[in-house]
């Protein structure tokens, strides 16, 4: 019988815990990282030039995406009651359940691409099929933590959906072109957010014991440093915007770590 490689954890040797703290101007580069986006798309959408909003889209969204991380697993160095409110936030913002994404993410760092991982199990699938299954995603993550998850996790869930129905409603009541490109912008992405924020970062890891994907390089910088995810994965605390000099040491202490990774897009990793 063929056993799956164990996955693995974090060295207990390599020095991460001076790269936990936040100061006051690192919390409001993170808190005002999608906003320029947004508003580009915004100002593009109300132009001639509108189709290029969807360009400008796709960032404001993935800029949402690692704030939204960030908040998850309390890395914004606020108290936790106002990470909850931006998550609802950016529910309204993103027009998705952000609660059901944070309680699926953890529950995916816990068991890591196993049976229990809801989040994760995309990553096992082809690429076509993850984006035919890519609609159904964020209904997966809302059915499972309902299902699953505490009622204080149903309470954020219902929050959430308030606030996506009410920007929903003052878009279509307002008849704001642009308002309403950004709904469109929004639903499109998250439909491709379980090839673009799972399975890009997990594909082709099973059997090998990684705990996922990581890039280095120019497209690393253009992902907002999201595709550093084995450096997430083994040390979650650790901000965003400290990954690449975790990934240093790493590279530099650990025998074998660097040897072993695996890039999100091989040729256009500079050291592949």
Known sequence: MCFPAPREHA????????????????????LTLPLPWLALSWGLYASSLWPQGAVASFMFFLCALRLNHEAIHGNLGLARRWD??????????????NSSVAWSHMQHHRHAMGPGDIEGHCGHMGAGEVLLYGPLFPFDLI?????????????????DGIFVALTAGLTLWSGSGFLQFHMA????????????????????????GLAA?????????????MFY????????KVPVSRLPDLAARLDAQVPGYAASRQPVVPWLDPTR
């Open 185 to 208: 912008a929004m639903l499109v992405a998250q439909c491709l957010t379980a090839f673009f924020a799972v399975w890009i970062t997990h594909q082709g890891t099973e059997g090998t």
């Open 11 to 30: 060295p207990r040797y390599v020095q991460w815990r001076d790269l936990l703290p936040v100061t006051r101007r690192q919390r409001w580069v993170e």
């Open 229 to 236: 995810h084995r450096e997430h994965h083994l040390f979650p």
């Open 213 to 225: 994907r990581s890039q280095r390089g120019v497209l690393a910088r253009i992902a907002y440093l």
């Open 143 to 159: 059915r499972a933590c309902w299902r699953l998850g505490r009622n204080k996790w149903r309470h954020r869930m219902l929050r």
């Open 84 to 97: 909850i409110a931006l998550l609802h936030l950016l529910s309204a913002l993103m027009m998705g359940c």
